[in-house]
């Protein structure tokens, strides 16, 4: 039997194909808009964009390659409570369509963080805010493109460069051409290809391990199958607590974004904006479902088999295991490689084009705005355009760059852009919920916050990582046949382009981003240090918001005046203005107009 791992040309040709469909959506919507050539057509769609593509677009968004390697690599080391994550994810939409939609959508604003300028009317306060935001989505797009171009370049010897600069040059350059629509639609297109290739592997995968029963009892044995962990202790990797409301302020923090601003703004009315999010909760959800799965068979499937590649030295990073499940398990499957790599491609270049898209409408929006007013409407949105591109570039940079982290992509992911986008969200409920909060308790909440925010975090890469592993499979049957054996090797040491690279060279690189150390919570170290990463946004939100209300209650008497009702909530209006009940729902132009 033929045990290769290499790629063979089906493979990519499918890849291809999935390339070159997304490109030409862009292409497509560029031709089609090019009359049209405006901003608010170009960032929010003209505002008449339908509820199912924009859900299936925030959707894939937000399910980058990260959770197609991450989760199930979780689930691999600590067990059925990594899973729960999604959870966070569907109570974040709720937060967003209960919340953020009907206070966000009367406003029609081009950038989300123009709200803060409103409200605490201050242009420094929406310029914190806004670098922040900036900053993580840099950082969490960096990850989205590094992540699975590591585990490709180890699995099936794919050089880093190559994924890195496709992924982030097609988006970039679809992105630049065809606007928001050409996102959103590539958007459902590559969200089709993602659940589907997902829904192959779990229905093939169960299949090679002997069904449903067989996977649900070697998971269950293996001490893998307990959704039990309710310790409140905060340095508990994963509990409910932890894994629910700590991880949805953490989502909060990424769903309720720019991207998701110009999705709410450009649609036909705030109905569908709600029934947009609200379809995101199920879909989240289910999505969990299948990585749940996913996760259990990867697991299984090396325990059916006795053999741990990681213990054995078949591959020298867990990250690894997931790819190595699909390549190894599922050879049999035609065109297996190619379709792995679409998912991996599209689930990541979901990511980068709203996030791209996104950082040239901030950079329009919160900073050129001013200068742009002068110009003609159409060099305005060429403007955009090459803001957009340069974007792409940067994030591939970012993403070269962020290589040299350490720790599972996950954890580098919540890790590293939780503070900031905590501190964003602590400003955003402290406006909206205290009528009577300023400018100078956001800037001093925020300020305090993303000090101790990233005092945590560097303390928690210096003390190093504190979870307790869960047992390994067995590796007794790892060389006992000549296939595996020829597997193994196959596997360590590919072949692209007549240049042989060794696995323990393409592997160097994705090693630093996984360095799992089986300690335990109770040893010795500061206690803020082993907080868990699930809980960072909330502590730096928490702490925002809290300062802010002290010194907003400090400095009640220079910045006495209390905002208007339709910045606030409208759940707790009547609670601060009982005596109203109607709030006007549009502003007035001298309010929208940029403020000094």
Same mark, same amino acid.
């Given at each position: 039997?033929?045990?290769?791992?290499?790629?063979?040309?089906?493979?990519?040709?499918?890849?291809?194909?999935?390339?070159?469909? %997304?490109?030409?959506?862009?292409?497509?919507?560029?031709?089609?808009?090019? +009359?049209?050539?405006?901003?608010?057509?170009?960032?929010?769609?003209?505002?008449?964009?339908?509820?199912?593509?924009?859900?299936?677009?925030?959707?894939?968004?937000?399910?980058?390659?990260?959770?197609?390697?991450?989760?199930?690599?979780?689930?691999?080391?600590?067990?059925?409570?990594?899973?729960?994550?999604?959870?966070?994810?569907?109570? #974040?939409?709720?937060?967003?369509?209960?919340?953020?939609?009907?206070?966000?959508?009367?406003?029609?604003?081009? #950038?989300?963080?123009?709200?803060?300028?409103?409200?605490?009317?201050?242009?420094?306060?929406?310029?914190?805010?806004?670098?922040?935001?900036?900053?993580?989505?840099?950082?969490?797009?960096?990850?989205?493109?590094?992540?699975?171009?590591?585990?490709?370049?180890?699995?099936?010897?794919?050089?880093?460069?190559?994924?890195?600069?496709?992924?982030?040059?097609?988006?970039?350059?679809?992105? &630049?051409?065809?606007?928001?629509?050409?996102?959103?639609?590539?958007?459902?297109?590559?969200?089709?290809?993602?659940?589907?290739?997902?829904?192959?592997?779990?229905?093939?995968?169960?299949?090679?391990?002997?069904?449903?029963?067989?996977?649900?009892?070697?998971?269950?044995?293996?001490?893998? &199958?307990?959704?039990?962990?309710?310790?409140?202790?905060?340095?508990?990797?994963?509990?409910?607590?932890?894994?629910?409301?700590?991880?949805?302020?953490?989502?909060?923090?990424?769903?309720?974004?720019?991207?998701?601003?110009?999705?709410? #703004?450009?649609?036909?009315?705030?109905?569908?904006?709600?029934? &947009?999010?609200?379809?995101?909760?199920?879909?989240?959800?289910?999505?969990?479902?299948?990585?749940?799965?996913?996760?259990?068979?990867?697991?299984?499937?090396?325990?059916?088999?006795?053999?741990?590649?990681?213990?054995?030295?078949?591959?020298?990073?867990?990250?690894?295991?997931?790819?190595?499940?699909?390549?190894?398990?599922?050879?049999?499957?035609?065109?297996?490689?190619?379709?792995?790599?679409?998912?991996?491609?599209? %689930?990541?270049?979901?990511?980068?084009?709203?996030?791209?898209?996104?950082?040239?409408?901030?950079?329009?929006?919160?900073?050129?705005?001013?200068?742009?007013?002068?110009?003609?409407?159409?060099?305005?949105?060429?403007?955009?355009?090459?803001?957009?591109?340069?974007?792409?570039?940067?994030?591939?940079?970012?993403?070269?760059?962020?290589?040299?982290?350490?720790?599972?992509?996950?954890?580098?992911?919540?890790?590293?852009?939780?503070?900031?986008?905590?501190?964003?969200?602590?400003?955003?409920?402290?406006?909206?919920?205290?009528?009577?909060?300023?400018?100078?308790?956001?800037?001093?909440?925020?300020?305090?916050?993303?000090?101790?925010?990233?005092?945590?975090?560097?303390?928690?890469?210096?003390?190093?990582?504190?979870?307790?592993?869960?047992? %390994?499979?067995?590796?007794?049957?790892?060389?006992?046949?000549?296939?595996?054996?020829?597997?193994?090797?196959?596997?360590?040491?590919?072949?692209?382009?007549?240049?042989?690279?060794?696995?323990?060279?393409?592997?160097?690189?994705?090693?630093?981003?996984?360095?799992?150390?089986?300690?335990?919570?109770?040893?010795?170290?500061?206690?803020?240090?082993?907080?868990?990463?699930?809980?960072?946004? &909330?502590?730096?939100?928490?702490?925002?918001?809290?300062?802010?209300?002290?010194? %907003?209650?400090?400095?009640? +008497?220079?910045?006495?005046?209390?905002?208007?009702?339709?910045?606030?909530?409208?759940?707790?209006?009547?609670?601060?203005?009982?005596?109203?009940?109607?709030?006007?729902?549009?502003?007035?132009?001298?309010?929208?107009?940029?403020?000094?």
């Amino acid at each position: 039997m033929d045990t290769s791992v290499s790629l063979q040309a089906i493979d990519y040709i499918v890849l291809a194909v999935i390339l070159l469909v %997304s490109l030409g959506i862009g292409v497509l919507f560029a031709v089609k808009d090019f +009359k049209n050539a405006t901003r608010i057509e170009y960032l929010l769609g003209g505002r008449r964009m339908f509820m199912l593509p924009v859900a299936l677009s925030i959707f894939a968004t937000f399910t980058s390659g990260i959770s197609l390697i991450g989760i199930p690599t979780d689930f691999y080391l600590y067990g059925a409570m990594a899973n729960l994550i999604n959870v966070g994810m569907a109570m #974040s939409c709720l937060y967003v369509m209960l919340l953020f939609v009907p206070l966000l959508y009367p406003l029609h604003l081009m #950038s989300l963080y123009e709200y803060l300028h409103l409200r605490f009317e201050s242009r420094a306060v929406r310029l914190l805010a806004v670098v922040l935001a900036m900053l993580q989505t840099i950082g969490y797009m960096s990850v989205t493109l590094l992540s699975p171009a590591l585990a490709m370049q180890a699995s099936v010897g794919l050089p880093l460069w190559l994924s890195i600069g496709v992924i982030g040059l097609i988006g970039a350059l679809y992105t &630049a051409i065809g606007g928001i629509k050409s996102v959103v639609w590539t958007d459902v297109f590559q969200c089709l290809v993602t659940l589907g290739g997902v829904l192959t592997i779990i229905i093939k995968g169960f299949s090679v391990v002997g069904g449903g029963h067989a996977v649900f009892k070697i998971v269950q044995e293996n001490g893998r &199958a307990s959704f039990t962990e309710m310790s409140f202790d905060p340095r508990v990797k994963f509990t409910w607590w932890g894994t629910t409301f700590g991880f949805s302020i953490y989502w909060f923090s990424t769903i309720c974004s720019q991207s998701s601003l110009q999705r709410i #703004s450009g649609m036909r009315s705030m109905t569908a904006a709600k029934q &947009a999010f609200l379809m995101n909760s199920v879909l989240f959800i289910v999505y969990g479902a299948m990585l749940t799965a996913m996760s259990w068979v990867t697991f299984a499937y090396f325990v059916h088999i006795r053999c741990d590649p990681f213990e054995a030295a078949i591959v020298s990073n867990k990250n690894q295991l997931p790819p190595y499940f699909v390549m190894r398990a599922l050879r049999d499957v035609p065109a297996i490689g190619g379709i792995y790599m679409a998912m991996i491609f599209s %689930s990541s270049l979901s990511t980068v084009s709203s996030g791209i898209n996104a950082l040239a409408a901030n950079t329009v929006e919160d900073f050129l705005k001013r200068r742009l007013h002068k110009l003609q409407e159409s060099t305005a949105t060429l403007i955009t355009k090459v803001l957009v591109f340069l974007y792409g570039i940067l994030i591939i940079v970012f993403a070269y760059g962020a290589n040299s982290l350490q720790g599972s992509v996950t954890q580098i992911m919540i890790s590293n852009t939780g503070g900031w986008g905590g501190v964003v969200v602590g400003m955003f409920l402290l406006g909206a919920l205290i009528p009577w909060a300023n400018k100078y308790g956001a800037i001093s909440g925020a300020v305090l916050a993303l000090i101790v925010s990233m005092w945590i975090t560097l303390g928690s890469y210096i003390s190093g990582p504190k979870s307790i592993v869960l047992p %390994s499979p067995p590796t007794d049957m790892c060389f006992q046949n000549r296939s595996l054996t020829e597997f193994a090797t196959n596997f360590s040491s590919q072949s692209y382009s007549g240049t042989t690279t060794t696995f323990s060279s393409q592997t160097r690189q994705l090693s630093n981003l996984t360095s799992y150390q089986e300690k335990s919570p109770s040893d010795d170290g500061f206690f803020m240090y082993d907080i868990s990463h699930l809980w960072f946004s &909330a502590i730096s939100s928490t702490i925002t918001f809290v300062v802010g209300i002290a010194v %907003s209650y400090c400095t009640r +008497k220079y910045c006495a005046s209390v905002t208007d009702q339709k910045y606030l909530f409208v759940a707790i209006r009547k609670l601060w203005f009982p005596e109203k009940t109607n709030v006007t729902q549009e502003l007035n132009s001298d309010e929208m107009a940029v403020m000094i």
